[in-house]
T-cell receptor, first 110, second 112 residues
Framework: KNEVEQSPQNLTAQEGEFITINCSYS?????LHWLQQHPGGGIVSLFMLSSGKKKHGRLIATINIQEKHSSLHITASHPRDSAVYIC????????????FGAGTILRVKS | EAQVTQNPRYLITVTGKKLTVTCSQN?????MSWYRQDPGLGLRQIYYSMNVEVTDKGDVPEGYKVSRKEKRNFPLILESPSPNQTSLYFC???????????FGDGTRLSIL
């Protein structure tokens, strides 16, 4: 069982839809990262969270430390949002290592 | 421009021929790390470095070496590459292990 679980694995949405991607982890962490990887492309860090909520443009990331759960929301989705979204965690239980979820493949159709 | 630069971007080589993938950052970051990405397995950490002369194993360090002699550089060395090291490799850096990471563009290695 992966220590970091993402859901769904695959997601297809219509342009304009509100999208939620979930990430759950099993032990206490000091930080959670959301990353974006476009097809054939590099990796971009979207958010780093240790508590609460962050917003950047149409992207919102939340984390609930007690429930060991984070969500990434995309409002008014657009085909350019099509990418793989990856959750990663770090903390004392992992040393200083970064442990990744398997990723969520998002396709937004126009 | 702030960036993490990896070289080469693509390499096809043969089993056993030593190779080095370089990684350099210009942001004065203390933390640097190497990852490999494989279909069905996702991203996995190979090695990381908290600062100069401080390196630690990630989840999949076997067959790899690293060094951190200067803050800006963190090369990944494959002393005797094998086909199971065929993968897409990313270098990343940040101010610390809990800060957002900046990723290089990736190096696609094929070992025949």
């Amino acid at each position: 069982k992966n220590e970091v679980e993402q859901s769904p694995q695959n997601l297809t949405a219509q342009e304009g839809e509100f999208i939620t991607i979930n990430c759950s982890y099993s032990v206490g962490i000091s930080a959670l990262h959301w990353l974006q990887q476009h097809p054939g492309g590099g990796i971009v860090s979207l958010f780093m969270l240790s508590s609460g909520k962050k917003k950047h443009g149409r992207l919102i990331a939340t984390i609930n430390i007690q429930e060991k759960h984070s969500s990434l929301h995309i409002t008014a989705s657009h085909p350019r949002d099509s990418a793989v979204y990856i959750c990663a965690v770090t903390g004392m239980e992992y040393g200083n290592k970064l442990v990744f979820g398997a990723g969520t493949i998002l396709r937004v159709k126009s | 421009e702030a960036q993490v630069t990896q070289n080469p971007r693509y390499l096809i080589t043969v089993t056993g021929k030593k190779l080095t993938v370089t990684c350099s950052q210009n942001m004065n970051h203390e933390y640097m790390s190497w990852y490999r990405q494989d279909p069905g397995l996702g991203l996995r950490q190979i090695y990381y470095s908290m600062n100069v002369e401080v390196t630690d194993k990630g989840d999949v360090p076997e067959g790899y070496k690293v060094s951190r002699k200067e803050k800006r550089n963190f090369p990944l060395i494959l002393e005797s590459p094998s086909p199971n090291q065929t993968s897409l490799y990313f270098c990343a850096s940040s101010f610390s292990g809990v800060q957002p990471q900046h990723f290089g563009d990736g190096t696609r290695l094929s070992i025949l």
